[in-house]
């Protein structure tokens, strides 16, 4: 698997790097968690802090574009949408991390 590293934009607002990749992987589509460890190790960043926020095949081609955001620390990382948080954990994982997203509901009161 190839990741080109097309742009990245720093964003000291939200204290996070947008990172826009081009990914040209062996076969298939290839996992979240595994493009998000590939473009931590590409700016030594943390795994926990960096989320793929969008993989896109391209038309005709087999690459898919990217978009990262990468964290400077855990409470910047907060701002980041928990259906995003869920799509980069690993698949085993992913169904015990929805359950522990979702808000407790309300209970109704009885007329």
Known sequence: MDVQ???VTANP???RREVSFLLSPDKGAPDRVEVR???AALHNA???LTFVRKLSPRFGKTEL???AMIYDDEEAA???PTYIKVRNVSKDK???ARKAARR???KKKAE
């Open 5 to 7: 590293i097309k742009t």
């Open 94 to 96: 992913r169904d015990e």
């Open 104 to 106: 407790p509901r309300k």
């Open 37 to 39: 460890d590939k473009v």
């Open 13 to 15: 607002l939200l204290k």
């Open 78 to 80: 907060k701002i980041e």
């Open 65 to 67: 574009v990217g978009t």
């Open 46 to 48: 943390k795994f926990e």
